[in-house]
């Protein structure tokens, strides 16, 4: 997300305020110059005019490296936002006859906005590594998903489920009761499995050390997911606890670009913590949960969180090499190779960690080309996962994952994010590779001696 800034050069402020007359201005316009006010910044407005079209953005971008469509390369897509900006929202050029543009067009270039920074960019950043000016396509993007979402034009699954969310407290609708329920039929299934005849799982404990946040279709969905974390925390001794009150790590207000809903999906967490008084808080496998969370969450709030918010793997790892938990090795067939997630490694960091983890379950990890920061999207980012329409976009937009992975021949790939999960599910389908998609914690889970 773009930030909004104030203030450059001295007290000269950024005036967008001339672009656009009020009185020239159908309702949607108004409503989009008012969210492009509040989050572009000096920064935005270089980038837009920093492109020397050199084309190392191409192959990064998994849209292009998939399809070779020239129209989809990160520079396409930024030259599509820069010309509907000069068109309706830059204080001169709008106003040029031969560049200035019309009411009777604007329908047309908001579905080109939409198709552009909704169904043809992930946000997965790769773009910006490569390009040697410094631009961030994707910020762009997000910028452009900021205005449509300001007048409402968002695909279905970043819409009824932000609102969901901010109505219930996750996005799916699950009511404490319920939740609290699901999490004792799991407990009394997992008696047969841990030795310990006290066994049950901790919900609102006050002063653990541990807040684990959870992923709420693991818990409506997949409860099988919620069992290897508990195993995995249980083995460790963790002092941990579940809130009734937040209990989901998703916030598809990010992709939006609505950074007023992010923080109230967002602040349902903090809140549980404070409540809890909990130590610090643990994310369950969720690439834009982590990065919001961890991240984003203190650039809208403009201050440091005063406690450690990390991802599973994190904690996994220093499990591990503080000797909390030992695992067998080789018990999972190999070769395996661990998939990056674009928000939790390339965005968010976490890059080592996940590595330390797969290595220490397996004699046979083999990696992707290329992975780590460089690592391609799986194509299920930017909210296309959580929206069936975009399915098709999904596949084709994934083949270059698909060919990465086919690459390393092998025969299970690991992530540590939902989302890149069912992508990589999906993909496995589409392109017959053949592979068995893992969460990380699945394995984990199955290695503990």
Known sequence: MIKATKKAGGNRKLNIDVAIKQQDEPGQLEKMRVA???????????M????????????????????????????AKLQKFTDIFNQYFHPVKRRMPFIKGNAESLDEKIDILYKTAFEHCTICGKCALHCPMGIHTGEMMMLARAMLSSIGKLPSGLDAPVRQAIMDGNYVGLNAEEFIETMEWI?????????????????????????????????????????????????????YTFSSHSFDVVNYAYYQGNA????????????????????????SPCGHGYRVLKWDSEKYLGKRHSFPVTTLVEMVDQYIREGRIKLEKDRFEGPITYHDPCNVGRRGGVIQAPRN????????FVE???????NY?????????????????????????????????????????????????????????????????????????
């Open 368 to 374: 992707m080309e290329p992975h780590g920061v460089l």
């Open 187 to 239: 407990a009394a299934e997992m008696e047969e499995y841990i030795d310990d005849p006290n066994f049950g799982i901790p919900i609102d404990v006050e002063n653990a050390d541990v807040l684990f946040i959870p992923h709420p279709l693991e818990i409506r969905d997949n409860p099988f997911l919620i069992m290897y974390y508990v195993k995995i925390l249980h083995s460790a001794g963790e002092n």
């Open 260 to 283: 007023e809903n992010v923080m109230k999906i967002a602040g349902r967490v903090f809140e549980a913590r404070q409540m809890l008084r909990a130590k610090r808080i643990v994310l």
């Open 377 to 449: 999207c799986c194509g299920g980012g930017g909210g296309l996962a959580s929206t069936a329409t975009l399915g098709q976009i999904r596949m084709e937009m994934g083949k270059a994952k698909a060919e990465q992975i086919r690459k390393t021949r092998a025969r299970i790939v690991s992530t540590g994010c939902f989302n890149c999960l069912t992508q990589i599910r999906s993909l496995n389908e589409t392109y017959g590779l053949g592979i068995e998609p893992k969460n990380f914690a699945e394995l984990v889970a199955g290695s503990i001696k």
């Open 36 to 46: 492009m006010k509040k989050y572009i910044s000096r920064k935005a407005l270089s």
């Open 357 to 364: 983890v797969i290595k220490a379950l397996t004699s046979n």
């Open 48 to 75: 837009m005019n920093a492109c020397v079209h050199c084309g190392l953005c191409a192959d990064a971008c998994h849209y292009y490296a998939s399809t070779g469509d020239l129209s989809l390369t990160p520079a």
